[in-house]
Structures are given as C-alpha cells and as structure tokens.
C-alpha cells in the first residue's frame, strides 16, 4: 500500500511562495511561483488575477536575486493580466536601472550607513554590479541592521561565494545565522572564517557564541577567553564567560566574571540578569526575584526577564505567580513555545486545577504551534508490519539525569535485530552516562545545534519509522520538530507525566495503573498502556561502580536506634505546596514523636529555611521537629538511611525518588490523584507488590502512614526484603520491560501499516 501524492494548489504555492519571501529564499519562493504559474497556465482560460499575482511575486524573487531582466519580463506580463499600480511602479524602476545597467553605469559610492536612504542605495548598487563582493556584503549589513537577517544571509552568502576572503561577510552571516538560531550553519561558516582570518575580533566573538550554542561549552569558554585577553574591559565578553561557567555550574568562576562585569557597569542589563542567574542556579531564589522584577520594570519589552522569573518562582514553589510571569513574557513573544512549556511545567505543580483544565493548557500548547506547520503529504517508508525498524528517541537528557535511569535498561535490552535505535541528543553537556547510553544505540546524532527544521531534515533523512519523544515540556525538548511530524509514527514516553498536547504525536505509552480507563479524555495522543508498569528501572547510574558498596547496602530502619520514627521527602521543593505542609502537619501531630526529614534543594540558604519553618508553623509544629538537609548528589540514596517512612507530595508525585527510596528499602505512601502526574507512586508502588501503601484520600494517607508506624520491627522486617522484591518485580526486570516496549514499537507500527 503507498500514499498517493497530489501536487499543491496554486492558492497553496502561492502562500508559500510569500513564506519563502519573507525568509529570503529566493530560488525556493521562485520555484513556488513557477510551479503556480505553470497551473494556471493551463486553464483555458486562465484566472487573470490569480495569475498576474504570481507572475508579480515571481519577479519580485527574480529582484532579490538580482537578476533585473527577468524581473521585468515577469511583471509585464503580470499586468497584461491585471493592471496593478504597484506592479507598475516595479516595472518602471526596472526599467531605469536596466537602463543604467546597460549604459554601463557604476554604482554611486556608498554613503554612511546611518544614511535614511543607505538600504535602498545599496539595492540599487547590487542591482547595477550583481557582482561585486563587496557591494552584496554592504547590503547583507543594512539588513542586518534592519533586523532582517534572513534576506541580509542570501546576500552574504552569495558575497562569499564570489569572493571567499569577504571577511566582513562571513563574520556577519555567522551573526545573521545566529540570530535566527541556526546555529549549526552558524559554527561551520565561522570555523570556515576563522581558518581564514584567525585574528579576526568580531568572527571569534561570534564563534564563541556559535559553539555555546551547539552545546560545545569548553569550546566557547576557549574562545571568548581569546577575546577577553585582547580586550580586558569588555563587558560583554565577561557576561559571555560568566553565563557559560554558570551553565557548567562553575559559579566562584562565573561570579568572578560577573563581578568584573558589574564594576565597570554596574547597570549592565546583561549583567544583571547574569547575576539573577547565578542566584538562582544555586538556590538564591530571593534575591534573584527581587533583582528579576527589578529588571522586567527597567525593560518591560524584553522576555527572557519575565520567562526568568516564572523558572525562579516555579522552583520556590510559588506557582500562580510563576504562571502569571510566564503569561507575560509569552505576551511578549507569543512564538517561544519554550516559555510556553515552563508555563505547563508549574501548572503541573499547581493545586487546584481540574483535570479539564489542565488538559485545555496542554492542548492549546498545540493548537499554537502546530497550526502554522503544514503536513507532509506522504511518507516513503516501506509498510511491511515485520521488517526491521529504524526508531529515533528524542531527549536533552542523554546524561546524567533522571531520563538515563530507565532509557538504559532499556536500551540495554531491546532487541537490536528487530530494531535499529538513533539518538537525537539535544542535550547542553555529555558526561560518563552519555558515553553509557551511546554504547546501546546504533547512531547517536548530536543535535544541540540545528534548529527545528533541520532537525526533522535530519530524522527524514534517516528514514526513522517510530520517533519517540523523551521529554514533553522538559528542558531541551523539541516538540516544535515533532510538530513538523518527521516520522510517520510518533510517541512520548516517559520524561512528562502529561500530554504533550501535539496532535500529531500518534501514542503515549503509559500502564493500567498511571492512566486507567477513561484517561482518554485527557490526552491528544492515544493511549498505549505497557501491561504491567510504564519504566523500567537502573539504579545507580552515575556511579555503577559503587552499587556494591557497604555505603549503598540496605540499613536497619534508624528508628530502632533513634527511638522515634523519621518519616522523610527527598523531592523538588517546587512540590512542597501548602497542602502537602498541612497534610503531614496532620500526621506529625498524629504521631507526636515522630519527626519529619526534608532534603531539598536550597534550603541551607536562610530565606528558604525561614520560609518553610514558616509554613509548618502556621499548623502548630515546632521547628525542632522537622530535619531540614540540603540536596546533594554524594547523598543521592544514603540519605534513605535516615529515613523510616517516606511520604509522597502531591499533586506532583515523586518518580525517580520513588525508585530510589524503594530500592534502599523504604516504605512510601502516596496519595493517588486524578492524572498522571498525581499516580506515578501509584504505578511504582503496584509494580513491586506495595498497592496497600496507596492512599484513596488524605485520611487513609495519614492512617497508612501512621499504619506503618505503629510497628517497627515489622517495619525493619519491610526495609530488608524490599531490595530484592524490587530487583525481582517488573520495575527493575529490563529482559521483560523490554520485552514488552518492543511488542508496543511493533503494534503502533502495524497499525499505521493499515492506514490508507
């Protein structure tokens, strides 16, 4: 069975033709408007306005590309057609420069460029002489300037070409490319200049720029560093630096850079919010908001504060502000579906949405995004339901983060002869785990750096068949490309415990217990339910090495030697809402001598601290009874030692800890809610044979956890057989969950073999 090709419209290509314009691609808007024209060429007869138009923007593509006579010939017959003033207008001047062109006149010289009449003079020039290098370079520029970077590329790029050692050209097409986040195309034209003009200032500026991008941080540190040794004041160059050591979470270096920075300006936007990110990264939440509205007040058309602002109150649990601040920096740029995504991310966190609205949130994320992007018309993929299939996994989480946990055993197990696996790393840094998961594919594709476009170039140049989706609206997604739909199957699977709210993802691949019937309604995707549990899990991934560690075995519960019960939360402080707080207040007061252990990101700080003795107060319990640590990676699963009972938050529930907590043998109750998002415990839990620690409301939450309490022999008893129920029980058996993804890869892909 194939799909059926049918040819464009010429209604179709003519819109095309106008996209293409206005994103100076000439030969494509011409090869549009030729193909429209050649349509309605043969209607007999012709729709006379319908062709005048295209032969006008055929001429006008002809203009861009400098090429005068046909321009002409394209808007006479355009207005033998239809009269059209502006057409006429066109003609005329074609005329006159054609004449000039003819009588072998000389471009003017070039004025200033501040020149209101500079851009069209320099047209003008590149009209006259289509040759001349750097006449097409001083065009490109006044673009540039113009911030129409797009036509400003065609003219540098075709500068270079007639004359490769243009220096200014392919400093600024490097800047123009980057400025339209092409940063890719960016790094190979500037590595290309830089080869050529190694001394050249303004190319390794924007090369380091290029490579920060591309996610080659070590690179970009180099070369600004470069810059900053040949110009030692130069703000900018120390605001570079300093945001990228902030990126490789180096921030003595980066506030060393900042403080530079800030000496020689202290008023310095750039700065600033540099600064605001520094806080931020490591948990600074204060004053990082403070100096945040303090910049979105100075600035009130600029973004990325507001968009900042909502990821700092979204990670101090602040959630309705932190939405209110991403609703303005999206009414500020309505296109960055990234802020649209943060904005998805605290809702996730919120109490009190429905269901229904939450869904409404996610669909309108698709309703937004993928409205512009037209459909491929057909897919050449061979439909054979039993071949060997070519499945790409999308995710900026190809290191360590939680995604590796449950992607590498996967992996490990799949079958390789049924399936042919390419990695689409997106992701800002590699690091061991990387070198890990790359071991377990057959093409790994390193695509920080392309945009959304060329990333579905690349997966349709690879021919995938299934491509599925790792992070939902996580950092480094890339759902606009999935909303290009690259492949004709497309899935999310485990880094969004929601719907991505794309249309054009075909499945979501979950269990029985995450979504149980009737979980349809909240979903573009349709659901295909893994029979047992969604994920499969590793531990210990970043350190395999020390699995077998004495430090890493299960311990006695620490309440046999405390003599009281610890429970315990290892979790984001952003699921820390008031309810949570009041619910365990609840049990705490329930359990007089028990006390409550929170290890959370942070809380070292004296603000944060404050604020969270605050809230429990407010309930009647005493600071002296709660244990406040601060995350640490080293403390990864050795601080469940500490703890005798874990408690789940809600209505974001834990996952990774889950796991983790588990496997050291701790007991955890959760709250099971409506979505996903709020039944992952409900999943993990039903997986290794522990459904009675599932609570239907909060009264059974706090009666399971007291439950648990009340013995602790039998709650020792618990923790030491718990590690090898785990590693016994679907959640940690790969051969099987493998077993399983594989038998979901194949149906969705028989399925699409049926459709027409």
């Given amino acids: 069975m194939t799909d059926t090709v049918l040819p464009a419209s010429p209604d179709t290509l003519y819109r095309q033709a106008l996209g293409l314009l206005r994103a100076g691609n000439w030969p494509a808007a011409l090869h549009c408007c030729q193909q429209a024209i050649e349509q309605l060429r043969q209607d007999d007869p012709p729709d006379a306005p319908r062709l005048a138009a295209c032969l006008a923007q055929a001429g006008r593509a002809h203009w861009h590309h400098l090429a005068l006579a046909d321009s002409r010939e394209c808007w006479a017959e355009s207005l033998n057609w239809q009269d059209s003033t502006v ?30 009449q500079a851009l069209r003079l320099a047209y003008q020039a590149a009209l006259l002489a289509p040759q001349d290098a750097p006449g097409l370079t001083r065009l490109g520029t006044l673009l540039m300037l113009h911030q129409r970077d797009a036509e400003a590329a065609s003219y540098l790029a075709r500068s270079l070409e007639i004359d490769p050692a243009q220096a200014q050209a392919a400093s600024n097409l490097g800047l123009s490319l980057l400025n339209r986040k092409q940063y890719a195309q960016a790094r190979s034209v500037l590595e290309n200049a830089l080869a050529q003009y190694p001394d050249d200032l303004h190319i390794q500026i924007n090369l380091a720029n ?66 605001a990110d520094a806080w931020r990264f490591q948990h600074h939440f204060e004053p990082a908001i403070a100096l945040l509205r303090t910049l979105g007040e100075r600035e009130p058309q600029v973004a990325h504060h507001p968009r900042r602002l909502g990821s700092a109150l979204r990670m101090l649990g602040r959630h309705a502000e932190a939405m209110a601040a991403y609703q303005r920096a999206l009414d500020i740029e309505p296109g960055d579906a990234d802020t649209y995504s943060n904005l998805l991310l605290a809702l996730q966190y919120s109490p009190g949405y429905t269901s229904e609205q939450v869904f409404a949130w996610h669909r309108g994320f698709g309703e937004r995004y993928e409205a512009p992007l037209p459909l491929p018309r057909h897919f050449p993929h061979s439909r ?48 061991s785990v990387t070198e890990h998961l790359q071991a377990h594919v057959d093409h790994w594709r390193r695509v920080r750096g392309l945009t959304h476009e060329e990333l579905a170039r690349q997966i349709a140049h690879d021919r995938i068949d299934i491509l599925i989706d790792l992070s939902g609206h996580t950092g480094g997604h890339r759902l606009p490309t999935f909303a290009r739909k690259p492949a004709p199957v497309q899935a999310a699977w485990l880094g969004y415990a929601d719907t991505t709210g794309l249309s054009r993802i075909d499945w979501r691949l979950s269990d029985p217990y995450g979504d149980p019937d009737g979980a349809e309604a909240r979903y573009t995707e349709r659901l295909w339910r893994l ?54 207040a609840r049990l705490l007061h329930a359990a007089p001598q028990a006390r409550l252990l929170l290890e959370l990101a942070g809380i070292s700080h004296e603000a944060s601290r404050d604020e969270l003795l605050a809230r429990f107060a407010v309930h009647g319990i005493d600071a002296g009874r709660l244990q406040l640590e601060d995350r640490h990676p080293a403390w990864q699963y050795k601080r469940y030692h500490q703890i005798d009972i874990c408690l789940d938050p809600f209505p974001a529930t834990g996952g990774t800890s889950t796991c983790d907590l588990l496997w050291m043998g701790v007991p955890l109750v959760t709250l099971a809610g409506e979505r996903f998002a709020s039944r992952l415990g409900v999943s993990l839990l039903t997986a290794v044979g522990h459904a009675e620690w599932i609570a239907a409301d909060a009264d059974a939450y706090v009666d399971i956890a007291l439950g648990l309490a009340a013995e602790v022999t039998a709650l020792d008893a618990i923790r030491q057989e718990m590690r090898p129920r785990m590693e016994a029980s679907p959640l940690m058996d ?13 149906g969705m892909w028989r399925d699409w073999c049926t459709q027409s």
């Fill in 87 to 116: 057409v006429r207008g066109w003609l005329d001047e074609a005329e006159r420069l054609l004449a000039r062109q003819q009588a072998g006149e000389t471009p003017p010289p070039a004025p200033e460029m501040d020149n209101p």
């Fill in 734 to 746: 790969a051969e099987r969950f493998a077993g399983h993804f594989a038998d979901a890869l194949r």
């Fill in 531 to 584: 029979p047992e549990v969604f994920c499969c899990y590793q531990p210990m991934v970043r350190m395999p090495e020390l699995r077998d560690s004495p430090d890493y075995a299960v311990q006695p519960t620490p309440a046999l030697a405390n003599g009281h019960i610890t429970f315990g939360c290892c979790n984001n402080y952003s699921k820390i809402t008031n309810e949570v707080i009041a619910l365990w």
């Fill in 384 to 431: 054979q339901p039993e071949r060997r299939l070519r499945v790409g996994w999308v995710s900026g989480d190809f290191n360590a983060h939680p995604v590796a946990y449950f992607v590498l055993p996967l992996w490990s197990a799949l079958d390789r002869v049924q399936f042919e696996s390419f990695a689409y790393d997106t992701s800002l840094t590699a690091d």
């Fill in 210 to 275: 290029a490579l920060a991008q591309c996610g080659e941080l070590a690179a970009a540190i180099d070369m600004h560093a470069r810059v900053l040794a040949r110009q030692p004041d130069d703000v900018h160059t120390l605001v570079n630096l300093a945001s990228l050591e902030i990126r490789r979470h180096d921030y003595a270096q980066a506030q060393t850079y900042l403080d530079q920075a800030l000496v020689l300006a202290p008023q310095h936007s750039g700065a600033l919010s540099a600064q």
